[in-house]
């Protein structure tokens, strides 16, 4: 069973910085490909930022520049630096795995339980 178990969220003031981790078990982690996402009340769920299984990255227009997400294969594990916070980044943060469970299944989507960000002075 793949799990994706996200941390790191709460409340900060406008300008402030949060960093999330996921965690993830029950996937080949080095090959999977993994994502943020958010979704704020009443809108659509969106990406937010993504890191291949190469290390290559891309981040909404929104958040470049302020978010940076990275990954620890060893620790399967993937992170999202949250710098230069503004209200309009409050949303419901979730971490996404794009892989295999194991080298016999097709590649899947799974998806973690989601963290609340709260950007608000």
């Known amino acids: 069973q793949v799990q994706l178990v996200e941390s790191g969220g709460g409340l900060v003031q406008p300008g402030g910085s949060l960093r999330l981790s996921c965690v993830a078990s029950?996937?080949?982690?080095?090959?999977?490909?993994m994502g943020w996402y958010r979704q704020a009340p009443g809108k659509q769920r969106e990406l937010v930022a993504a890191?291949?299984?190469?290390?290559?990255?891309n981040y909404a227009d929104s958040v470049k520049g302020r978010f940076t997400i990275s990954r620890d294969n060893p620790k399967k594990t993937v992170f999202l630096q949250m710098n230069s916070l503004k209200p309009e980044d409050t949303a419901v943060y979730y971490c996404n795995a794009h892989g295999r469970k194991n080298w016999s299944t097709r590649v899947g989507d799974y998806w973690g339980q989601g963290t609340q960000v709260t950007v608000s002075s």
């Open positions: 029950g996937i080949i982690f080095r090959i999977a490909d």
């Open positions: 890191i291949t299984s190469g290390g290559s990255t």
